[in-house]
Structure formats: C-alpha cells, structure tokens
C-alpha cells in the first residue's frame, strides 16, 4: 500500500502589524532620544547656517542680474566702497549739525570777564577742549562790548571772524583760524592742545588791545 506522504501544511502566526499614527508617534519618540542629537549643531549655528544661505541666495541672484556675473558684482562692490572712503577723505569726519539758537554762546549772558575766567580755570585743570570753547567766547564778547561786533543770538564762530575782520584786517587770518578751531573741537569731534589754547588766548589778548579800523577796509 503506497503511503501518501503529501506536503505536510504547516500553519504560520499572521505578521504583527501597528498601525501608522502610533508606529509614527513611537519612531518619533525614539528618535528624540538625546543618543540621536549628540552632535546636533547649537541653535546659534543653525541661525548662522541659515542666515549665510539667506546671504549666498542674496548674493547668487544680485550677481545674475550684474552684467559680468559675480565678477561683475565685485566690482560694482569694489568701486562703491572706493568711491565712500574717497569722499570720507575728501569731506572728514561728518560734523554735527548746529540745531540749537545760540550757536556760539549758551542762554545765559556771560561777559567776557567771565568767559576768561572760566577758560583760564579750564587750562589750569588741563581741559583743554573747554578752555579753547570759552576762549574763543570770550574773543567774541570782549568785541561785543566794544561795539566792534553787534550782539545777536545764533551767530556762528565763522560768522564772527568774518565779521570782526572788516574793522580789525590785520587780525583776519587770525580770527578764522581760531574759528576753525573751535569748531573742530565744538562739532569735529577733535580735542585741543594747550598750543590751541595758547594761540587763542594771545589772539584775545592782542585784540582787546587793538585799535580798529573804523572807516572799513579800502576797496
């Protein structure tokens, strides 16, 4: 008798299957295990990675619309900023615009005694900024009350010398220079000497001596 020795059937165990949205939650959760994110970048090189991409992007589309391309682009750049430090050098140092009335000389009326007196009291503690500001006030008043210069709120340091040298001419170049000096030191952001200061107070005391010229300046 033959024996049917068939294919012996083996039952199998059906695959164990999640479903997606837990499968999902739980890789998530497995990868935000701190073993996944040792070498993570910091937050501040993200920011930096992303901020110098943005800059790349910036930089690839302003060069695509250059004639000439990147090196086109770079040359743009390199003549704008030879072009800025060109005329840095030409104009200096920009100098605060004078906003206030009284350009010259603060709200409170002062004599020219008391402006002396302040400079003089400046040089001796070495302030030497301040000495020459009160100096070149004291200049100005002192022709004040001699009638050389009529007073009037928001005159200028130049204005002053232009107008004291109509009546004192051989004391023109004088007078602008120590203008010039006090604006450099008043609005150019540049700090005085004891020369300067020297210089401004021989300047007062020549021109308190001084006799003008009445009649003006021949033509």
Do not use: C
């Not at 800059?55 to 704008?80: M, N, Q, Y």
């Not at 004291?164 to 023109?172: I, V």
């Not at 005085?192 to 300046?217: S, W």
């Amino acid at each position: 008798m033959m024996s049917t020795g068939g294919l012996i059937t083996r039952a199998t165990t059906p695959p164990v299957t999640t479903p997606r949205d837990p499968a999902r939650e739980a890789a998530e959760r497995e990868l935000s295990e701190p073993l996944y994110h040792a070498n993570d970048p910091s937050l501040l090189q993200r920011a930096l990675d992303r901020f110098w991409e943005a800059v790349g992007a910036l930089f690839e589309r302003a060069s695509g619309a250059t004639p000439g391309g990147t090196l086109g682009l770079l040359a743009v750049l390199a003549v704008t900023v030879l072009a800025a430090a060109a005329l840095w050098w030409r104009l200096g140092t920009p100098r605060r615009a004078a906003t206030g009335a009284d350009v010259l000389f603060g709200d409170r009326t002062r004599t020219a005694a008391d402006h002396r007196a302040t400079a003089d009291a400046h040089a001796a503690a070495g302030r030497w900024t301040e000495a020459v500001q009160e100096r070149m006030r004291a200049v100005v008043r002192s022709l004040e009350e001699r009638t050389l210069l009529d007073p009037r709120p928001g005159r200028t340091a130049d204005e002053a010398a232009a107008e004291a040298a109509r009546s004192l001419p051989d004391h023109a170049t004088a007078l602008r220079a120590a203008a010039r000096a006090f604006d450099d030191v008043t609005y150019g952001g540049r700090t005085a000497d004891a020369d300067t200061y020297a210089r401004l107070r021989a300047l007062d005391l020549t021109l308190d001596r001084a006799k003008p010229l009445l009649t003006g300046p021949t033509a």
